[in-house]
């Protein structure tokens, strides 16, 4: 009887490390996967932020002068001073 029960934890044994094995296994591919999947993230958002930084630079001209052309359309006017009628007390 003991052979068999020697046996029986053996073959448990095995299973459990198996099993532990097949985990680690799968772990590792899929930190693997997950890191390919972020670099191609990481690469795709500096292409964006390379794109919208050219877009800026090549629009920055245009955008200057029609915020320069747009401040002096809407400075305010300082309305000119009445000349003086004489009703006006001498100071």
């Given at each position: 009887m003991g052979l068999i029960l020697d046996l029986a934890v053996v073959a448990l044994?095995?299973?459990i490390i198996g099993?532990?094995?097949?985990?680690?296994w799968t772990l590792a591919i899929s930190t693997v996967r997950a890191s390919?999947?972020?670099?191609?993230?990481?690469?795709?958002?500096?292409?964006?932020v390379a794109t919208v930084d050219s877009w800026m630079q090549t629009g920055a001209p245009t955008t200057t002068a029609t915020l320069?052309?747009?401040a002096n359309r809407t400075r305010p006017v300082k309305p000119a001073k009445a000349p003086p009628t004489g009703d006006e007390a001498d100071a």
């Open positions: 044994a095995l299973i099993s532990l094995g097949f985990l680690a390919r999947r972020g670099r191609r993230l990481v690469a795709g958002w500096t292409r964006s320069a052309d747009l």
